[in-house]
């Protein structure tokens, strides 16, 4: 049974920073190409950030490149997301799951069954 277990999320003031954690069973972060997908009240879900497992590439969001940081630690099958300089409009719940980038530059979840329960991200003075 696949299980994803998202934490980290808070209230932050922009400019800040926040590190979100992902822990994983049931897959492998070094086999199973996984990531963080964000969904802001009213909007579409969105992908954020991806690790592919089948060259070692990092997919980064156009709205979060140079800010937010992914990694992943195989010994705990853990991914995490580094989230710097923090803005408003980064105000959403982050989500991890499998990912993979499709042409032009799009973050999808090729299994769509698998997704966490989400961690609320806020950011507001």
């Known amino acids: 049974q696949v299980r994803l277990v998202e934490s980290g999320g808070g209230l932050v003031q922009p400019g800040g920073s926040l590190r979100l954690s992902c822990a994983a069973s049931?897959?492998?972060?070094?086999?199973?190409?996984t990531g963080w997908f964000r969904q802001a009240p009213g909007k579409e879900r969105e992908g954020v950030a991806c690790i592919s497992t089948d060259d070692g590439s990092i997919f980064y969001g156009d709205s979060v490149k140079g800010r937010f940081t992914i990694s992943r630690d195989s010994a705990k099958n853990t991914m995490y997301l580094q989230m710097k300089s923090l803005k408003p409009e980064d105000t959403a719940i982050y989500y991890c799951?499998?990912?993979?980038?499709?042409?032009?530059?799009?973050?999808?979840?090729?299994?769509?069954?698998?997704w966490g329960q989400g961690t609320q991200v806020t950011v507001s003075s």
């Open positions: 799951a499998p990912c993979h980038a499709v042409p032009p530059g799009i973050l999808i979840n090729p299994y769509p069954q698998y």
């Open positions: 049931g897959i492998s972060v070094d086999v199973h190409s």
